[in-house]
């Protein structure tokens, strides 16, 4: 009706999650990139505040991949053109790799890991293998189990349970609850260390999801990581 004001969405649009992801692999990646090169070079000593605020800041940076993880299948679920998103990711998983590799390493090229975008090229093929199957249950499980295997394989980012994670969010995509209970069971197999804990932080961020996009470029979170770590890379080079 004319005059009758508009039903207020609230909780955080794809967007939003997004912009928490990325300032939080921003936090993340300068502690492990500047700080831990501060501290090698002896110019920062291993004190209370030292490590409190470099453990405050991994801390922080748990909440970047499940939240990563779950906007994948979002965009797999709402794309128009899955085969054209699969590009996307695989071809930015090959630029991204030398940054990744010069930043976390210090090398140009690193075979020990691959940089998170491979995990979630992965990710997102696997699910992509498991709706294309969606009526040949055999397929299914060899296409969970190629996935799952292939990132441990190759030593991806999160390894295989950041695949166990992307399926989790993916496989009860339409009961809300459930997804967020299956996400916190992958998300265990996940934790290494007290640290670590901090991913199940990221569930009740993803519960604030209230299904828009919201504004922002399509390309953003693409380019950035790579060019943050690019970025962070030259920062410790001239320190």
């Not at 939080?24 to 000593?45: N, T």
């Not at 210090?106 to 992509?128: C, E, H, M, P, R």
């Not at 009526?135 to 299914?140: G, I, K, S």
């Not at 009860?172 to 998300?187: L, N, T, V």
Request: charged share 15%; aromatic share 16%.
């Amino acid at each position: 009706m004319a005059g009758q004001s508009r039903k207020r969405i609230t909780g955080i649009s794809g967007n939003g999650l997004k912009g928490i992801a990325v300032c939080a692999m921003i936090i993340d990646h300068f502690a492990v990139v500047i700080l831990l090169h501060l501290y090698y070079e002896r110019i920062l000593e291993e004190t209370g505040p030292f490590v409190i605020i470099y453990t405050l800041m991994r801390g922080i940076g748990r909440l970047a991949f499940p939240i990563f993880a779950f906007l994948l299948t979002e965009g797999f679920i709402h794309t128009r053109n899955v085969k054209g998103y699969l590009l996307r990711m695989g071809v930015f998983a090959l630029i991204s790799e030398v940054p990744f590799d010069f930043a976390i390493f210090g090398k140009v090229v690193d075979f020990s890991a691959q940089n998170v975008f491979l995990t979630l090229f992965l990710g997102l093929f696997t699910i992509y293998l498991i709706k294309k199957w969606e009526n040949r249950m055999v397929l299914q499980i060899l296409a969970a189990s190629f996935g799952i295997t292939v990132s441990w394989g190759i030593r991806a980012d999160y390894g295989g349970v950041g695949v166990i994670l992307i399926l989790a969010f993916y496989l009860f995509r339409y009961q809300k609850w459930e997804r967020m209970a299956s996400g916190a069971g992958a998300i265990v197999c996940m934790i290494e260390s007290k640290l670590e804990i901090c991913y199940l932080a990221a569930l009740p961020v993803i519960s604030l999801y209230n299904g828009t996009r919201g504004r922002g470029g399509k390309y953003f979170g693409y380019w950035f990581y790579p060019v943050h770590l690019a970025v962070l890379a030259g920062i410790r080079m001239m320190i």
